[in-house]
C-alpha cells in the first residue's frame, strides 16, 4: 500500500494499549497487550513485512474521511463513492466505569455500516508477530481465524467467509443501506478459539459501554474556557495514553518514527519520563480538574521514589510497570518509515544523566501537595533524599533535556531545574513544617541562581544560552518566566525572548535549537521544529503580556494538528507530522497554553 503521512492517522485505546489508522482504513501500528508488547501490525515501519490489518471499498478511488465520535475516542472513518457511503467505527472497548483496568478481552473491535446506497468492500488482515521477527500459524474454525506463534496468539472473529493468502487472510463483501457487519480482533494468550465466537449484539453494546465511558469521563473535566474542543481532544489523547494498571502515562505509543525522514533519529517513546510529571500533574490539576487521575500518576512515581539508586538519585525514565533496565536495540531486519533507520526498540537514554528531572519531578509534588492532597512523611524522606543529592551534584555537567548524545555539558536548563527542585521543596517545608534542612537547601539554592546569572548569560548576544560557555540559544529557556525563576518582563529575559524568536522562531513554529548547529547534539542530520517548544512561546509571551502575538502564534499552532486535533512530536518544514505519534508532550503543552492564554485575556477583558 505505501506508507502514509504521519498525520494521516487516527488512535484508539483500551488504556493498556492503542492502534494506530489511517484514512485508508488499515490499522497499521498495535502491540498488545501492552503499550510497549511486541508489535502485531507495524505497516507503519515497514510497509512490506510489517503487518496490517485494512477495511476499506473495493473501488480504490473512493474519498475518505475520519472524525471521532463526539467526546470520546471512537473513531469513524468514512469512505465516499458516487454508488454509496459507508461508515467503519473502530474502538478498544473499556467495559467499567472506573480506569479500565478490568478490561476483560483486549481487542479491536471493527463494525462497517453502509449508510447509502451499496458497496463493495474487502477486509486484508495480514499480522506480523513480533516486530514480524515470530513466524506464526494460520489456524481456521469455520470463518474464524487464529494466528499462533511460540510467543503469543491472535485471533480474528470474521462474519464473512475468508481466505488464507500467505500469513494472513482476505474477504470480500457487500453491504446495502442499513445493513452491518462486525470484525473482532483479540489478544487471545490462552489460544482458545472457541472464546473468539461472539453474537453481533455483543458489538453493539461494547461501542454503546465504550462511548458512555469516554463521556462519563470527559464530562469531569473544569475547563471552560476558549479552545475547548481542542483542549478536550487533547485530554481524551492524554487518557488513552495512560496504563490504567499503575497510573503511568508514555511518551508516545510508537517507536522510530523520525523526526527526519530518513534520518537516525528515531527513539522508542513507549516509556514514562519523570521530566513530563510537573507538565502532566499541572495539566490534569490545575488545568482539566482531573484530581483523581493526578493521583494515581502520583502514586506511580512516588512508588519511583522508594526505588532510589543507592546515593539518592532517579532514573529519567521507567518502564510503564516501573522496570528499570529499557536496553535499546535495533530491529534490523525493518526498512524503517519511509526508509527512515535503524528501528529502535528499548530507549538508550534511561541511564543517562539528565538533572532537570529533578526539579520537573519535585515541581510535580508541589503541585499535588498544593492542589490535590497532602504528601505523606515517608514520600517527604523520600525527597529529602533526593533533595541532599541534587545539593551535592548540581555542579556536575549532564545530557540535558534534549538527551543529547554528544557529551555532557553545563546546560543552563538542568542548573534551572536543579533550582527549582530547591526551591519548592524548601516552599512545601514552610507551608507543612516538614522537617528539613532548609539553610542548606537556600544556600544551594542561591548558588545555583547566581551560577546561571554568572555563566548562563551571554551578554555580547544577550541572551541565556544554551549551556555555560556557548552562543547556542535553546527553546527550552523560554521556561525560566514560567517556573517562576525570573520575572517575565525582566530585561534580560525580554532580550532572551527577542533573540530565541529571531534566531528559532519560523513562522509561528519553534525549533528546540540552532539547526545549524544540530552537530552538536552528537547525531547527523537536522529535525523538525518542535511542538511543544511553540507552545512554550505562547505561554511566555502571555505571561510577559503580549496576548495578541500570543494568541495569533496559538491559532497558527491549531492550523498543524492533524483532521483529527492529534499532534506528533515535531512538524516539518511543509507542515508535515514528524517523530512519535502522538505525543504526550505536546497535548501536555496545549492545554497548558490555552488554559493560561484563556484565563490572561479573561483578566485583560475584566481590566
Known sequence: MGYQPIENYGIIGD?????????????????????????????????????????????????????????????????????GVAELEDFMPIYDGGHGSATMVHQIIRRVTAVRGTMKLRMWCHPALDYARAKHEVVFQGRNVCFTSDAMTVGLVSPIPLRQVGGGVEGEFSLRAGESLTFYFRYTPD????????????????????????????????????????????????????????????????????EEVGGVRNWDYRFTWIRDASFTLYALINCLGFTEEAAQFMDWLAARMRE????????????????????????????????????????????????????????????????????SYDLWTYLRRVLDWVCKNWEQPDEGIWEVRGGRRHFVHSKMQCWVALERAIRMANYRGLPADTVRWQTARDQIYEDIMAKGWNADIGAFVQYYGSDVLDASNLLLPLVKFMGPNDPRMVSTLERTREALVSDSLVYRYDPVKAASDGLPGSEGTFSICTFWLVECLTRSGRLDEARLIFEKMLTYANHLGLYAEEIGASGEALGNFPQAFTHLALISAAYNLDRAMRRGRSG
Not at 52 to 77: C, E, G, M
Not at 193 to 220: H, K, M, N, Q, Y
Not at 308 to 316: H, K, R, V
Not at 330 to 354: E, F, K
Open 15 to 83: 488504556l493498556h494499549s492503542v492502534a494506530l489508522i489511517g484514512k485508508n482504513g488499515s490499522i497499521d501500528w498495535y502491540c498488545t497487550p501492552r503499550f510497549d508488547s511486541p508489535s502485531i501490525f507495524a505497516a507503519l515501519l515497514d510497509d512490506e513485512k510489517g503487518g496490517y490489518f485494512r477495511i476499506a471499498p473495493a473501488d480504490t478511488s473512493a474519498n475518505t474521511k475520519q472524525l471521532y465520535f463526539p467526546d470520546t475516542n471512537v473513531l469513524i472513518t468514512r469512505f465516499l463513492e458516487p454508488n
Open 191 to 258: 489460544g482458545d478459539i472457541e472464546r473468539l465466537l461472539v453474537p453481533e449484539r455483543r458489538g453493539r453494546e461494547a461501542l454503546r459501554a465504550t462511548a458512555d465511558f469516554w463521556r462519563r469521563w470527559l464530562s469531569r473535566s473544569k475547563y471552560t474556557g476558549r479552545w475547548q474542543e481542542m483542549v478536550h481532544r487533547s485530554a481524551l489523547t492524554l487518557k488513552l495514553l495512560t496504563y490504567a494498571p499503575t497510573g503511568a502515562i508514555v511518551a508516545a505509543p510508537t517507536t522510530s518514527l523520525p
Open 308 to 375: 532510589l539508586e543507592p546515593d539518592g538519585s532517579l532514573q529519567i525514565m521507567y518502564g510503564i510497570d516501573g522496570r528499570h533496565e529499557l536496553t535499546e536495540e535495533t530491529l534490523d531486519h525493518l526498512s524503517g518509515y519511509r526508509g527512515s533507520h535503524p528501528v529502535r526498540i528499548g530507549n538508550g537514554a534511561y541511564n543517562q544523566m539528565q538533572l532537570d528531572i529533578y526539579g520537573e519531578m519535585i515541581d510535580s509534588v508541589y503541585l499535588y501537595n498544593k492542589y490535590g492532597a497532602p504528601i
